[in-house]
Structure formats: structure tokens, C-alpha cells
């Protein structure tokens, strides 16, 4: 499995309707694609600015590149980001997964 790593920074003040927007592009678009096993989302509000890291996870690089592309390193936008992000990060990164497990309550 491998997982692909993306972040964005998008002003505090439209965090959380940047959240609403990635939902209806992003994230949907995850959920559509074959060979994607899913999504988390993480938040993190500084002062002034909303960092975004979305991780995704595939079963393959060919996965990846039917969502994002040939050049599937590179990041994907869509055109309404220009209305929320601070800078346009050009690439992603790639991981393979050796192992994935969440502790119990102890």
C-alpha cells in the first residue's frame, strides 16, 4: 500500500470553508477512484494560517496515476484553490506503507 502525502496552507479565516470545498473536490474525487482505500485529514491552526495535510492511501502507483496523472509526484489542483490557498506546493510525496496499526485504549 502506498500512501501519498499532500499540504496546503490556506488563511484561518477561510479554514473551515476550505474544509467544506475540499470535501466536495478532493476528497470526493478519492472516494471515486479504484485502487483508493481512503483518506485522513489533518488540521492545524497557527495564528494567522490553517495547515492542511491530507493523506491518501492506494494499492498502487498505477492507482495513483489514473487519479492524478503520469506525472503523479506532481500535486493536484482544481480551479477554485486559487481562492483559498497561500502558495501552490508543486509536488507530493509517496510512501509505501510497512506497516499500519492504531493501538487500543489501554
Known sequence: MIARIWH?????KKADSYYEYLKNTGLKDYR?????????????????QTHYL??????S???????????????????EDKDYLIEFEPFVNHYEI?????????
Open 98 to 106: 510497512v506497516e499500519d496499526s492504531f493501538l487500543e485504549n489501554n
Open 61 to 79: 502507483y498505477e492507482s495513483i496515476r489514473q487519479f492524478a496523472g503520469e506525472e503523479y509526484e506532481k500535486a493536484r489542483y482544481y480551479p
Open 8 to 12: 496546503g496552507i490556506v488563511p484561518k
Open 32 to 48: 471515486n477512484k479504484k485502487g483508493n482505500f481512503g483518506v485522513k485529514v489533518l488540521r492545524k491552526d497557527n495564528d494567522q
Open 54 to 59: 491530507l493523506i491518501t492511501y492506494w494499492n
